[in-house]
Each structure stands twice: as C-alpha cells, then as structure tokens.
C-alpha cells in the first residue's frame, strides 16, 4: 500500500472524518500506522469511540478500497494529500482540512492565490452582471477564481475566469462521478482544462444536505479573501462568508438594492463589517499586502475599436445586429460552438460593447 493509499482508505472509513483523521495522525505518526492499530490502542485518541476504533482496525472490511483506485483510474483522476506541495496552505491551515482531495485537471502553485466567489443559486440579472465583472477581472489580473460549480452566482464566476482566459477551480459537493448540477457537466469540463474540479468525497458519492455545507469550509479555506456577490438573509453563501471569518479570511460584499431581498444578505455583511466593494481592484488592492508583486485589475474599457477584435468577437459582434438577439439565435448566426459564444460574449460584455439582457438575450453597446 503507498502512503496515498492509506489516506484514501482512511477517508473513506464511514464516520471518521477529518478532525479525527488529524488526530490518529499526531498519535501514531502516519497514515498506515493508523491502519495497522489495534482497537485497544485506537480508544486511546482523544474523540475515537469503540465505534471509530473497531471500524478502523477491521477497515479492510469496511470499505472497497481496490474498487475506488479503479475508479480513480478509470477516470483519470489525481489525489492530492496534504503532505503534497500542491495541497492549498491555507486550507491546510483550517481545523478540519480534508484528509485528501480528488482533482479532475491539474492544479499550480499559482492556485495558492484563490479568490472565491460565492452567491446565490437564483441570481438576478444584477447579480450575474456583478458577478461576471468581477470574476474576469480577478482572473485577468492572475488570481485563480475558486467556487461551488452551484446554478446562478458560482455557474457565472467559473465561466467569467474562463473568458478572461484565467485560471478557475470548482469545489464540488458530491464525488466527481455524481456531478451535481448534472447541466453544468460542459462547464466542469471546460474547467478542468483550465484548472481543476475538486472534491474529497469517493468518486460516486451522491450529493446530499450535509455535503453542501461541508463544501462550502473549502472554498472558504482555500481562498485569500471571499466575494459575496448575492444573497438572501438566509442563504449557504452567508454560512460560508462565516466560515472563512472564522478561519481569518477577509470578506467582501457587493452591495444591492435595500427593497431586494436577494441582497439582503449582501448588505447585512457590509452592516457586519464585511468590505464593501463596487469592482475587482478594490479586492486586488486589499489584498496587495498580502501579495505585494500580484498585478492589478485591468481597466474595463469604455469602448474597443473593431481593429482590436479577435476573430471569434468580431464574428459575434457581427451576428448580435443592431437588435437584442437571444444567445441560441446568435450562436446560430455565428456558427461557433456554444462553449465558445458564451467565452466570446462574456469577453464583449468586459470590453463594453454589448449589453447581457435578462433571459440570455444581448444587444450591441455601440
């Protein structure tokens, strides 16, 4: 058994988890020598009932473990532990960091400087527009976007950082072979090649109530600062926004209308102290101290002319006309694949030249 192994099968143990997986490890020292122990010697870790004890030392008959590295393989999969350099420091750093991560992609060391972004899954037009500047520019300036993968505010930051041509990281609430939202499977594969898709759940675990959360501490943990873009009193963004104070992290709220209860979350963080923020260089230059060499968020420009269109951009910029066009409509008048228009159009929206409408419709700015 490699020392990768031993991770994966002690994360795989039922009801262990990582708090406790980081105890036995300061007991005995290594991942194998947990699973060698016996149950008279397990009992003896602080947190470690007869329960843990007896599903640890009899392991092999708890869990498949031949059948998850045939998967893994099968799927071509890496696993990242924390005694891997690539392993996020600061997510290293929270009380109950995983034991190890399944990543779809490759991950950098450049992916040590995450920003997240977080928001509501039933966004508003305003939250998407928010959201969309704010992500290309983070990305643009070299930042890795990190998020949820989640419908609305996630779905937009991870396709923004890949219109910028930047670097984007999905934390997943599910395994890798149960996607969840199973539509956002195109976007998960378009993130892979640009970054990774992460989880530290086995490859077919289903999403639940309890994994969402629980994802949630990652993407707090692994960012350098969080963006809340949108979001009710009530919402799982906010319990996120809470757990990366908690972990040090600083928070950052866009604001929004005070009659919209969708942004009421947003404003109750800026009541708490969270940083208010109208653009992606007031995260940049907030975060300078903590990164004095990192560049600076790039200017969105107020016009650009047709000259300076790539290709693919003057060709949707062509096929939009004069008129507000739906996006099936331009992608069908343009003939390039829909991966592409929605990089290309975000691209347009960042350069001001067309205008994101409500119900994926678009018009010409200029």
């Known amino acids: 058994?490699?020392?990768?192994?031993?991770?994966?099968?002690?994360?795989?143990?039922?009801?262990?988890?990582?708090?406790?997986?980081?105890?036995?490890?300061?007991?005995?020292?290594?991942?194998?020598?947990?699973?060698?122990?016996?149950?008279?010697?397990?009992?003896?870790?602080?947190?470690?009932?007869?329960?843990?004890?007896?599903?640890?030392?009899?392991?092999?008959?708890?869990?498949?473990?031949?059948?998850?590295?045939?998967?893994?393989?099968?799927?071509?999969?890496?696993?990242?532990?924390?005694?891997?350099?690539?392993?996020?420091?600061?997510?290293r750093e929270i009380h109950d960091p995983p034991v190890l991560l399944y990543?779809?992609?490759?991950?950098?060391?450049?992916?040590?400087?995450?920003?997240?972004?977080?928001?509501?899954?039933?966004?508003?037009?305003?939250?998407?527009?928010?959201?969309k500047k704010l992500a290309f520019q983070i990305a643009y300036a070299g930042y890795t976007v990190i998020s949820?993968?989640?419908?609305?505010?996630d779905t937009a930051a991870h396709e923004a950082a890949l219109a910028a041509k930047g670097r984007t990281i999905a934390v997943i609430g599910?395994?890798?072979?149960?996607?969840?939202?199973?539509?956002?499977m195109a976007l998960a594969e378009r993130i892979a090649q640009n970054g990774?898709?992460?989880?530290?759940?086995?490859v077919d675990r289903?999403?639940?109530?309890?994994?969402?959360?629980?994802?949630?501490?990652?993407?707090?943990?692994?960012?350098?600062?969080?963006?809340?873009?949108?979001?009710?009193?009530?919402s799982g963004s906010l319990i996120t926004a809470q757990q990366a104070?908690?972990?040090?992290?600083?928070?950052?709220?866009?604001?929004?209308?005070?009659?919209?209860?969708?942004?009421?979350?947003?404003?109750?963080?800026?009541?708490?102290?969270?940083?208010l923020i109208m653009d992606g260089a007031d995260v940049l230059d907030d975060l300078m101290s903590l990164f004095p060499t990192a560049p600076t968020a790039p200017k969105v420009q107020e016009s650009t002319p047709a000259a300076e269109l790539s290709l693919d951009e003057r060709i949707l910029y062509d096929a939009i006309g004069t008129e507000e066009a739906h996006i099936n409509d331009i992608t069908t008048q343009s003939g390039l694949t829909a991966a592409t228009v929605n990089a290309t159009l975000m691209r347009l929206e960042m350069k001001r030249l067309v205008r994101a409408l409500p119900g994926r419709r678009y018009v010409r700015m200029v």
């Open 103 to 131: 990543v779809w992609g490759e991950l950098l060391p450049r992916d040590h400087n995450a920003i997240g972004i977080v928001g509501s899954r039933h966004a508003t037009h305003y939250g998407l527009s928010a959201t």
């Open 148 to 153: 949820g993968l989640a419908r609305g505010i």
């Open 206 to 234: 289903i999403a639940d109530k309890q994994t969402f959360p629980y994802r949630n501490r990652v993407v707090a943990g692994w960012s350098c600062g969080l963006v809340v873009v949108e979001a009710p009193v009530r």
């Open 174 to 184: 599910s395994g890798i072979g149960k996607l969840y939202p199973p539509e956002n």
């Open 1 to 91: 058994m490699t020392r990768t192994e031993a991770y994966l099968a002690l994360n795989l143990i039922p009801q262990v988890g990582p708090v406790r997986v980081k105890k036995l490890l300061r007991h005995f020292g290594s991942p194998e020598a947990v699973l060698a122990a016996k149950s008279r010697d397990l009992i003896l870790v602080d947190g470690i009932g007869q329960t843990h004890a007896d599903a640890i030392s009899q392991w092999e008959s708890q869990i498949d473990l031949a059948g998850e590295c045939k998967k893994i393989e099968e799927r071509g999969l890496k696993l990242l532990t924390q005694e891997d350099p690539l392993y996020p420091r600061l997510l």
């Open 245 to 275: 104070a908690d972990q040090g992290r600083t928070v950052y709220a866009v604001p929004g209308p005070i009659d919209k209860p969708t942004s009421a979350g947003c404003n109750r963080l800026i009541q708490q102290g969270a940083k």
């Open 196 to 202: 990774a898709v992460l989880s530290e759940y086995p």
